[in-house]
């Protein structure tokens, strides 16, 4: 049974920093891509970033790029984001996901999803 687990949130000030933790089991961890996406109150599922299987290639949401990093370690079958200066319009619940084939912005190619960690950023 695949599951991916996620952890790190919590209530942060503006400008602030939060790292968020995915770790899988039940896959091949290395085999897969995987992808950060939030979802805020009211709206849709947004992508936020992607890591290919190796973490050499990344792709993240303008609304993002330049703020947060992701990464993965491979031999703990986790994938990170470092989310770094913060904004109100970040607060959303954050969802990480596994491909199997690629690594993409579209919701509708991941296989496994996780259950989602709040992040709340306070002005």
């Known amino acids: 049974q695949v599951q991916l687990v996620e952890s790190g949130g919590g209530l942060v000030q503006a400008g602030g920093s939060l790292r968020l933790s995915c770790t899988a089991s039940?896959?091949?961890?290395?085999?897969?891509?995987m992808g950060w996406f939030r979802q805020a109150a009211g709206k849709e599922r947004e992508f936020v970033a992607a890591?290919?299987?190796?973490?050499?290639?990344?792709d993240y949401a303008d609304s993002v790029k330049g703020r947060f990093t992701i990464s993965r370690d491979n031999a703990k079958n986790t994938v990170y984001l470092q989310m770094d200066s913060l904004k109100p319009e970040d607060t959303a619940v954050y969802y990480c996901?596994?491909?199997?084939?690629?690594?993409?912005?579209?919701?509708?190619?991941?296989?496994?999803w996780g259950q989602g960690t709040q992040v709340t950023v306070s002005s």
């Open positions: 996901a596994a491909d199997h084939l690629r690594v993409s912005r579209r919701l509708t190619t991941y296989d496994y």
């Open positions: 039940g896959l091949t961890f290395s085999r897969y891509g």
């Open positions: 890591i290919m299987w190796g973490g050499a290639i990344t």
